[in-house]
């Protein structure tokens, strides 16, 4: 450590240090009792923008990172919004306790189902008859308007609490008829495979002829009910109506692509039906990992759901995901996509676990897993530039968890910090979910914390002013590093969240080598000012007052 502390002195950094007083713990820490007050700046300014490389950026030219959680209601109306004494209601407790734990974003729930519920039943053959596509005549705009305004309400108010809000088009396993949701029954095409009787666990579903028939169908957009077309209208719908709201991060097209084809007839083939979904045919780039040519179907748009929402809303992020494989290790296929402010928005979850909890069945297998599957994503990174991101998206996890296990959150978190990748922890709450499991939820059913919050709750850098070199958050002791490469021409400061109520009830000490604390020691948000020169800046929080070096 002093050796450190002197080479640092010697490259011209200046220490600074600050100790808070010590705060009260709550009596039971699990419970919720947090008040919905905010006050002061947020700490972050947008718009978040991601011009290529590894991190995102905010107005002052800060790398900023996000962390929060998936907030996803699967059941009619297919949408969370402030509605006092309903399941789907996200109220301002709700939204000041996230603030309170540290998270800046939620990954949204929204559904294709509830934005163009549509008239038609499943495989209405006006719809779903082989053919060259046309207008299904689904649309409804007074519908989808009533819909996005109280969407709206939901970014709005997470907005108070300066919490950015990424909006996922959600799905799992299709629509309600095959024992999942997302897709309106009207988009439901099986070419003649019955439904069967849904499948427990719900995850199996995948695997009936019906299911895979209804992908296929959306993949090759080969209906006359122009599937892919319809599904663009909508995300042009959504882009435009958000455009200019401040409190939106982005948008998530797609999550967790499946195609059966994935299993019979390889995952290439697959990645480049996703690649001409997202791109359509007239953007459509070069794959990844080696993979053939891309060759499109024939009746996919010629502009896909990515420029469709760019054209509509070029203020914001796109976290598209490439196929549900991915998440426990499978290779990328996908290749570059000439459009700026992409982000490669990937899942990461363990294939040794438990199909009901979610719980690893072998914890060692399961975090070693893990932390192959990220290290394989970052490396996709480089594959994935383009003109528009000449060194590839910047990456985050927008799902991983699932679990109350916190041995392996623990390890992942970590393995996530040691990249500086942000994230979002499936999930905040359980909402009744069909095809999830109670184990998943931070809060739990009687409003009670998981004892997962110690892990999810870290004191981390949400805006750092110059290039991170590292940073790491201990939840056992509560000791946080952070170092960094300051850019001495950003004049806001370095913010680091610390969450004072979870880690720190005696106060914490915050030491600063290369600049300044300029925060209250009282505050939660850490802030710190650069000095005027020298090459590099430590940050270090532990739990207490500080005590003499």
Same mark, same amino acid.
């Given at each position: ?248 991060? &982005?948008?998530?097209? =797609?999550?967790?692509? %499946?195609?059966?084809?994935?299993? $019979?007839?390889?995952?290439? *083939? @697959?990645? /480049? ?118 060194? &590839?998206?910047?990456? =985050?996890?927008?799902? %991983?968890?699932?679990?109350?296990? $916190?041995?392996?959150?623990? *390890? @992942?978190? /970590? ?118 020169? &020298? ?15």
């Amino acid at each position: 450590m002093l050796a450190l502390l002197m080479a640092l002195i010697a490259l011209g950094a200046l220490p600074g240090c600050a100790s808070a007083p010590t705060a009260s713990l709550p009596a039971q820490r699990s419970a919720v009792s947090y008040p919905p007050t905010v006050s002061g700046s947020p700490p972050v300014g947008g718009p978040i923008i991601s011009p290529g490389g590894p991190y995102l950026y905010d107005k002052e030219g800060r790398v900023v990172i996000f962390h929060g959680v998936n907030a996803v209601y699967k059941l009619p109306p297919y949408e969370l919004y402030p509605d006092p004494g309903k399941p789907w209601d996200l109220s301002a407790s709700d939204a000041s306790l996230m603030g309170r734990l540290g998270f800046n974003v939620v990954r949204l729930g929204m559904t294709w189902k509830g934005l163009e519920p549509g008239t038609a039943p499943a495989n209405d053959p006006s719809i779903c008859t082989p053919g060259s596509p046309h207008d299904p005549g689904q649309f409804d705009e007074s519908m989808l308007e009533d819909y996005l305004a109280k969407l709206t309400k939901t970014v709005d108010l997470l907005g108070r609490f300066h919490i950015y809000t990424i909006l996922d088009m959600h799905q799992d396993v299709y629509n309600e008829l095959l024992d999942g949701e997302g897709f309106p029954d009207w988009a439901v095409c099986t070419s003649g495979e019955a439904i069967s009787h849904p499948l427990k666990p719900w995850s199996l579903n995948y695997r009936t002829a019906a299911a895979a028939a209804a992908y296929q169908n959306f993949w090759a957009n080969d209906v006359v009910g122009d599937l892919q077309g319809e599904y663009d209208r909508v995300w042009a719908a959504v882009a435009s109506h958000f455009r200019n709201n401040p409190w939106v991060l &982005g948008y998530d097209p =797609f999550n967790e692509p %499946f195609s059966q084809s994935l299993m $019979t007839v390889g995952r290439q *083939q @697959f990645d /480049a039906e996703l690649e001409c979904f997202y791109t359509g045919t007239k953007y459509v780039g070069a794959p990844s990992s080696g993979a053939p040519a891309f060759t499109c179907p024939i009746q996919d748009p010629s502009v896909g759901v990515i420029p469709t929402i760019l054209q509509s809303d070029p203020n914001h992020l796109i976290f598209y995901e490439p196929d549900i494989f991915t998440a426990g290790g499978a290779p990328n296929y996908l290749g570059a996509m000439d459009f700026g402010n992409l982000v490669f928005n990937v899942h990461v979850y363990c294939r040794y676990r438990n199909k009901k909890t979610g719980n690893p069945t072998n914890l060692t297998a399961c975090a070693a897993q893990q932390a192959i599957s990220l290290g394989e994503r970052l490396e996709d990174r480089s594959g994935l530039a383009s003109p528009a991101q000449p060194a &590839g998206p910047a990456l =985050f996890v927008s799902e %991983f968890g699932a679990t109350s296990n $916190t041995d392996l959150l623990s *390890q @992942f978190t /970590a393995a996530m910090n040691e990249s500086s990748v942000g994230w979002t922890y499936w999930s905040w709450k359980y909402y009744d979910d069909p095809t999830g499991s109670t184990d998943e939820a931070l809060v739990l059913s009687n409003g009670h914390l998981r004892s997962t919050v110690e892990e999810l709750s870290q004191t981390y850098p949400e805006a750092i002013a110059g290039v991170p070199i590292s940073f790491s958050f201990d939840p056992i002791t509560g000791s946080f590093h952070l170092l960094y490469k300051p850019e001495h021409s950003i004049r806001a400061p370095t913010v680091i969240f610390v969450p004072s109520q979870i880690h720190y009830p005696h106060g914490y000490c915050a030491r600063v080598i290369g600049g300044k604390v300029i925060s209250n020691p009282t505050s939660e948000l850490l802030e710190v000012r650069n000095a005027s020169v &020298g090459n590099s800046v430590r940050i270090d929080v532990s739990s207490g007052a500080c005590r003499p070096m």
